[in-house]
């Protein structure tokens, strides 16, 4: 991703956590109407990088006018005027909003969280508590609050919130291995009340009641657990939920309040779940064909999912779930399934992958591809990185072929191709075209991209320069086994494009449509639960 250096006055204080606001000398500055202030929410989620404006569009209008582009523009200018001449940077038609350090309450929040979380990883749970306090001090109320019905905004703030509760677990987790269970106890029930589905929280009453003496109370907490989780989303309870009430079962020691800071660490290492998620149930083999690789690694964990419109069609769809689980189960795969009703089967499913915090999502691609209803809303809603599958099934032998032109989701398909890659022993190949801006060929930009894989996943990339013609584009695809591909800034107005609708029509492999979410990808390490967003650009840079 493109950087700017920061310029931005010192003096000024920028706040996402709560409702937007800019202080001067501690005074709040007038920024404008709700799509002024919509503008200005979008680049400081973003801050310090280069914004297309298309994504600053989009996320400011569901149906953009005609003049979107020159309104952006007179927002910008409006904001200039406001914040400093030289806070916000163009770059052709993008903007970058230009920060100091410790400018925005964002950065300041993710730097405590993430000393905090380095102390309790080394057995300081005093210091970790008392650093995601001060942390958790920063928020002022629910992110962005006052601009949450603007869709673009409502993603981010829903990433800033989940940062929150994020922190507030570890929080919580200190505050068990320093032996303030009864404290502890208390406030996870009301926490549980208002997260019901969110299992970490559950495992943490466990734990908080066990150590208070309350076994009996632990495993009704599970048994209340599974309960919910199976009535509202038709799933069991995770690894370590199942694996947290054998242990209270038989009294591990390990779980005593005698254990030490040990106790700060889950027994279970939290699985990066793979969300495997059919709008039509005979869509699931096939998608399980590319997505079972992804989940063998001992830290990741499948999940089926589909939906029926009616009661009459559930306990058919959830047997057939039960068995393929059985079969992917049988091969050493961690894996669950879940089946319910919806007459929304796109939102709820991208609903089910926030709360299950999937670190990707894998759907197939119905017949009107981005026009179909249901996978625009899986595309809006879903947080994490979505993959749009065009032919899923069993990959032929070959390497990942990834196109690559350095946007944003082009980094979300080389992040999901170099998974693929470790998980199924394949080359990848990066593809440029022959001729880009100023007559260069995009050598030196697979190069760049290569470099990052190296450094910052420890895979290997060749270059394979293409004519920039669709044509061109399916035939390279034909040499591979599996093409990932990211979709265009502008899909929502544009759809496709002409080389990625060739590949959908014409390439006679897999094809991997991705869109970048705002929640770190399967390949992120595990303390990027507490930073906004992880890229293995921002990660090797």
Do not use: K
Request: glycine share 10%; proline share 7%.
């Amino acid at each position: 991703m493109a950087s700017v250096e920061s310029s931005a006055p010192d003096r000024l204080e920028f706040r996402i956590l709560g409702p937007l606001e800019v202080l001067a000398a501690g005074t709040p500055l007038r920024l404008g109407g709700p799509r002024q202030r919509a503008v200005l929410a979008l680049l400081l989620g973003h801050a310090n990088e280069v914004v297309p404006a298309d994504r600053l569009i989009d996320g400011v209008w569901d149906e953009p006018p005609g003049t979107a582009a020159n309104v952006v523009q007179g927002y910008v200018s409006q904001l200039r005027r406001t914040l400093g001449r030289d806070a916000i940077a163009t770059r052709g038609r993008d903007y970058a909003i230009r920060l100091p350090q410790g400018a925005l309450d964002l950065h300041r929040f993710e730097r405590l969280s993430a000393g905090a979380v380095a102390a309790l990883d080394e057995g300081r749970p005093a210091d970790a508590s008392a650093g995601l306090r001060e942390a958790l001090a920063l928020w002022r109320g629910p992110a962005l609050s006052d601009l949450i019905d603007i869709t673009g905004v409502a993603r981010i703030a829903d990433r800033l919130d989940e940062l929150r509760r994020a922190a507030l677990e570890r929080r919580i987790e200190a505050d068990l291995a320093c032996g303030r269970d009864t404290e502890a106890a208390i406030e996870l029930a009301g926490l549980v009340a208002e997260h019901p589905l969110r299992e970490r929280l559950r495992a943490l009453q466990m734990r908080a009641l066990y150590r208070c003496g309350r076994q009996a109370d632990a495993l009704a907490a599970y048994r209340d657990a599974r309960t919910t989780l199976v009535e509202e989303l038709g799933i069991e309870p995770g690894r370590e939920l199942q694996e947290l009430e054998r242990a209270i079962f038989a009294q591990d020691p390990a779980l005593s309040a005698g254990a030490g800071p040990s106790l700060a660490a889950p027994q279970t290492a939290r699985a990066a779940t793979v969300l495997v998620a059919a709008l039509q149930r005979e869509a699931l083999p096939s998608l399980l064909a590319i997505s079972e690789p992804l989940a063998r690694a001992p830290d990741r964990e499948l999940v089926l999912a589909a939906t029926v419109a009616g009661a009459d069609g559930l306990e058919p769809l959830a047997l057939r779930l039960s068995e393929l689980r059985a079969e992917i189960g049988a091969r050493g795969v961690a894996v669950r399934a879940a089946a319910f009703t919806s007459d929304r089967p796109g939102a709820d499913l991208a609903r089910l992958a926030d709360e299950q915090e999937a670190r990707l999502m894998i759907v197939e691609a119905p017949d009107g591809l981005l026009d179909d209803p249901e996978l625009a809303a899986v595309l809006d809603a879903a947080v994490c990185d979505v993959a749009v599958a065009v032919r899923a099934g069993p990959p032929p032998g070959g390497p990942v072929l990834v196109p690559f032109s350095g946007a944003a989701h082009d980094w979300a398909a080389v992040e999901l191709g170099a998974d693929l890659a470790r998980a199924t022993g394949r080359p990848v190949r990066l593809a440029g075209a022959s001729v880009g801006p100023g007559g260069r060929d995009a050598s030196r930009l697979l190069a760049s991209a290569s470099l990052v894989m190296q450094r910052g996943l420890g895979i290997d990339a060749q270059p394979l320069i293409l004519e920039p013609a669709p044509d061109a584009l399916v035939a390279a695809a034909g040499a591979a086994g599996i093409v990932v591909c990211g979709l265009t800034e502008r899909w929502r107005r544009e759809g496709l494009g002409r080389a990625r609708a060739a590949l959908a029509s014409g390439a006679p492999v897999p094809v991997l449509f991705v869109r970048r979410g705002l929640r770190p990808g399967t390949l992120a390490p595990p303390e990027s639960d507490t930073r906004f967003t992880w890229t293995v650009a921002a990660a090797a840079g």
